[in-house]
């Protein structure tokens, strides 16, 4: 079956630490993107790629970074310059010509200890 | 800068109720719009997608409409049903930016 596949699902990292969040998608869909959602807010957009080697900076990019070596894979690391990391984090794809339909993986959760 | 609101934050009803909920956006200029669900830790699963040219889109028990000129959205589930139980998030697309802007969700329970 096709779909977008995050990992882990949990993970914890002290402070200080890079953590690196894995996502993977089979739809052949040339556009990743990834987003942070925090209790009560709305999704917001860190990262965003529309072709392979090739990324741009969200409303939320300070902290993070990201790679887009293969289409089929579009890694996010939180970096210990993030200063609020704690949130669910949701990678997602589309066909093409943002914004098309998107579709998401399950998400990761981080928890700095 | 475009605004997304989705009101009531929370709602609770019977089952078997037909009910709507309501996103609304502040800048008409937009290129779709699009209704997701939301289960509990898990990530978003795409309900239905309205162009800017539609007023309308219907999936089974779901239809959601759109009127661009009033900022409005709405997502009605017919014969609602406890498995409907989850929270309603709606998106807009920007026209000419790469992004879509969320709103903060409605959490609907539906009571058996």
């Known amino acids: 079956d096709g779909g977008i596949t995050q990992s882990p699902k949990y993970l914890f990292r002290k402070e200080g630490q890079n953590v690196t969040l894995s996502c993977e998608q089979n739809l052949n869909h040339d556009a990743m993107y990834w987003y942070r959602q925090d209790p009560g807010q709305g999704l917001r957009l860190i990262y965003y790629s529309q072709i392979v080697n090739d990324f741009q900076k969200g409303d939320i990019a300070e902290g993070y970074s990201v790679s887009r070596e293969k289409k089929e894979s579009f890694p996010l690391t939180v970096t210990s310059a993030q200063k609020n990391p704690t949130a669910f984090y949701l990678c997602?794809?589309?066909?093409?010509?943002?914004?098309?339909?998107?579709?998401f993986g399950e998400g990761s959760r981080l928890t700095v200890l | 800068k475009q605004e997304v609101t989705q009101i009531p934050a929370a709602l609770s009803v019977p089952e078997g109720e037909n009910l709507v909920l309501n996103c609304s956006f502040t800048d008409s200029a937009i290129y779709n719009l699009q209704w997701f669900r939301q289960d509990p830790g898990k990530g978003l699963t795409s309900l239905l997608l309205i162009q800017s040219s539609q007023r309308e889109q219907t999936s089974g028990r779901l239809n959601a409409s759109l009127d661009k000129s009033s900022g409005r959205s709405t997502l009605y589930i017919a014969a609602s049903q406890p498995g409907d139980s989850a929270t309603y998030l709606c998106a807009v697309g920007i026209q000419g930016a790469q992004k879509l802007v969320f709103g903060q969700g409605t959490r609907l329970t539906i009571n058996p």
């Open positions: 997602a794809s589309s066909i093409a010509g943002f914004p098309g339909e998107l579709f």
